[in-house]
């Protein structure tokens, strides 16, 4: 049956799938994070091999490590795209405590995980998850929740705006305590714009713009190395072998990509140039291998993605499914934001921050968390369509069983 028809349709099973000529998920964003996925591994690839060689004496060190993220995120997304939404705000309150405790965990010495100064990462063997990307999307998960259940406070009250404020205080106290400046601008961007979408008023929203930005620019002023990083970047030239150093090798990296530029694995900035290469800056390695035409097309596909995001929650408002809309609204608006930062610190647009660019940079817990973001939006779109098409979703039979036995316990 064509999506177009509005023929009744009596509720079927839940085995039955959406019927043939209708994609049961979004086909063009899922398109764009695999096609994003794919493109990090082979720029990771390209980017690391050397550095892999001098560190670690075997140059497939970062690619092992990064391609089997890329099969775990995959996992974890199959597995989100099967759990329903309601589960997601079920639990919200609890997740939200799941997010503070692992900040709390990273700052514990022994736990916690140094790295360049920061203290952001709890170690697990070999692998290093870090706190503040599962916070994140632990944070929107329980906004969107507060909202579909004090939505009428928030749109009549300052008190129902204050109220989410204050969890994402304690957050934000936690996350500059790491520190990790640049996931709390994110996150209180995401916070705000999720709030604003719920119907905020205008006057609280200048109130709120201007109060939110005055604090970090304080914030961002009140560390004398983010200063540092202020003046490197408004003229990278001007120390170009110090604190510019870094900013004006990924310029150089974007000169000589020029327009279809130097060729898969022809980089040089990323043979000792150009520091993090194959993390924070494979955007500029990338550049410089496949030129502006590259570059532009990697932009091309973030923003079908994040469209194509906005859409379905836009969907969701139509369908009266608040608590989809906000939480697809929320992931929408981190890979937006962590796109635009890390993209604009490529180009020498925004200070130096430390944010990978979704789906596509090194690094194992922005990879999991972004895929499993992705999974349950299209796990939204899914729900809609068969809310539309008077379905029932499928389910994860385990999990189906545990929901029926916690309904009968309640």
């Known amino acids: 049956m064509k999506l177009g028809l509005r023929l009744p349709i009596p509720a079927l099973p839940a085995r039955m799938r959406v019927p043939e000529g209708m994609a049961p998920m979004d086909p063009l964003l899922l398109c764009c994070a695999l096609a994003l996925m794919l493109t990090g591994l082979v720029m990771i690839t390209s980017a690391s091999m050397d550095v892999a060689a001098r560190d670690f004496g075997s140059p497939a060190h970062f690619i092992i490590r990064h391609g089997s993220f890329v099969l775990l995120g995959l996992a974890c997304a199959t597995v989100a795209a099967f759990i329903p939404v309601r589960t997601w705000e079920k639990y919200s309150v609890p997740l939200l405590v799941f997010g503070l405790v692992l900040l709390i965990l990273v700052l514990i010495p022994g736990i916690g995980r140094e790295v360049n100064g920061s203290r952001r990462w709890i170690g697990l063997g070999p692998v290093n998850l870090q706190a503040s990307e599962i916070a994140k999307a632990c944070m929107v998960i329980f906004v969107s929740g507060y909202l579909v259940r004090r939505l009428d406070e928030v749109r009549s009250s300052w008190w129902g705006v204050i109220k989410p404020a204050l969890p994402m205080g304690v957050y934000g106290a936690l996350l500059l305590a790491e520190p990790d400046y640049g996931a709390l ?51 990278p030239w001007a120390d170009p072998f110090g604190a510019g150093y870094q900013l004006s090798q990924a310029q150089i990296a974007f000169g000589r990509g020029d327009w279809f530029g130097t060729g898969l694995g022809n980089s040089v900035q990323k043979l000792f140039y150009l520091p993090e290469a194959h993390t924070d800056f494979v955007y500029s390695v990338l550049a410089e291998e496949l030129g502006l035409v590259g570059a532009l097309l990697i932009i091309g596909l973030y923003v079908l993605m994040v469209a ?17 809309a906000y939480l697809t609204y929320g992931f929408g608006f981190i890979i937006a934001g962590q796109a635009l930062i890390n993209i604009g610190v490529n180009v020498g ?62």
Not at 198 to 221: D, E, K, N, S, T
Not at 308 to 324: T, V
């Open 308 to 324: 194509r995001i906005f859409r379905i929650g836009r969907q969701a408002e139509k369908q009266q499914r608040f608590y989809m």
């Open 185 to 235: 601008v994110v996150m209180v961007g995401t916070v705000a714009g999720i709030v604003f979408l719920g119907g905020m008023q205008f006057a609280q929203l200048v109130v709120v713009v201007l109060g939110g930005g005055g604090l970090i620019a304080l914030l961002a002023f009140a560390q004398p190395y983010r200063m540092e990083r202020l003046k490197s970047f408004t003229d």
């Open 349 to 410: 647009a925004l200070p130096t921050k430390g944010l990978t660019l979704p789906l596509l940079s090194y690094g194992g817990s922005s990879l999991l968390v972004c895929a499993t973001m992705i999974a349950i939006v299209l796990r939204v779109d899914y729900e809609l369509k068969c809310q539309r098409l008077n379905l029932q979703p499928r389910e994860l039979p385990w999990l189906r069983r545990l929901l029926r036995l916690e309904e009968k316990t309640e």
